[in-house]
């Protein structure tokens, strides 16, 4: 371990001072040497303020949760503005999106009563309701969006087919949408794994001509490393863990790792797991440089994230 990171700053801890009118920037600022959780959510917006000031390339992961919470918001501004240039998401994670650009949901609690609300057809991720007319119309309307993309093209990557949907779509509302029209790759490293998956699979029965090609995709986003890493410096805004974590890691492992790199979840280490594994875990497997800047934030995405990008000037230029 590198001496210093061990040791630390040897800074003094200085206590917050909130006053009338303070800004988030200024908030975020006094975190670097107050201790705890804080800290490194300091550290985390001076990497990303150094990762803007290199004119790094960014990629952003997250997976279903972040896409129904109200965090998508921020997502989809970040996608607008071209803030982010790519994406690497679960599937869960296009579903929600799809779904919430045209229909609402609504905020619930933690304590409901699960078997009532699935006789109401009430979905529940966490403390927010999915009333199934959501994705019984994200069903209706993926269908007839793959009959369009199918009359023009028979094979594509699951990258390509992301791309075809978000410009079939008809609502801004949507990360989606926005990427297809700003050239911002979506790399969905487990399509079939969610509500999209299973009407590509139906209607793959219906139409065995029609292929998406899962490897192509693999290949897009390591050569999408590559052609970064080439560029200039490359890093990762990573909330959350699972399959789109791992995807985000790996595609920079044959580029020399990632050179910035933050994590924010609320997952454990210490059962071996991805989704808890640190970034300092990372450098191990080379999906990390070795010297990169990097720092692991163990709190609520839904909380950190937006603290990060209102204290970043980089996101309002």
Same mark, same amino acid.
């Given at each position: ?6 040791l ?19 908030l ?36 279903s ?30 579903d *929600? ?30 403390n ?10 994200? *069903? ?8 369009k ?5 028979? *094979? ?37 794994d969610?509500?999209i ?52 890691i ?47 934030i ?20």
């Open positions: 371990m590198d001496e210093q990171k061990s630390g700053s040897g800074d003094q801890v200085h206590d917050i001072r909130i006053v009338n009118g303070i800004t988030v920037k200024d975020v600022g006094q975190f670097r040497n107050s201790g705890f959780q804080t800290h490194n959510i300091g550290v985390a917006a001076d990497i990303l303020g150094e990762m803007a000031e290199n004119n790094a390339t960014i990629f952003l992961s997250f997976t949760n972040i896409a129904a919470s109200g965090i998508r918001g921020i997502i989809i501004d970040l996608v607008k503005r071209k803030k982010v240039h790519a994406l690497v998401v679960s599937s869960g994670a296009l *929600e999106d799809i779904s919430r650009s045209e229909h609402a949901y609504l905020q619930g609690t933690f304590e409901a009563d699960d078997a009532q609300l699935g006789r109401q057809g009430i979905n529940r991720m966490g927010i309701f999915v009333p199934n007319e959501c994705y019984e119309q994200l *069903e209706e309307n993926i269908t007839a969006i793959l009959s993309i199918h009359s023009a093209m028979k *094979e594509l990557s699951v990258t390509e087919l992301l791309k075809q949907i978000g410009l079939h779509m008809a609502s801004e509302n949507s990360f989606v949408y926005h990427a297809a029209r700003n050239g911002i790759p979506i790399f969905c490293p487990g399509i079939t969610g509500a998956g299973l009407q590509l699979a139906f209607f793959q029965q219906t139409h065995p001509d029609f292929e998406v090609n899962e490897l192509k995709s693999a290949i897009e986003a390591l050569d999408f490393a590559m052609v970064a890493k080439k560029k200039g410096k490359v890093g990762a805004i990573i909330l959350g863990g699972g399959i789109a974590k791992h995807h985000t790996i595609a920079n492992i044959l580029s020399g790792g990632l050179d910035y790199a933050i994590y924010i979840n609320s997952s454990s280490p210490y059962h071996g797991s991805l989704s808890g594994a640190t970034t300092s875990e990372a450098k191990s497997w080379g999906k990390i440089g070795e010297n990169a800047k990097d720092v692991t163990y709190g609520d995405a839904s909380v950190v994230f937006p603290l990060l990008v209102a204290s970043t000037d980089y996101f309002f230029e």
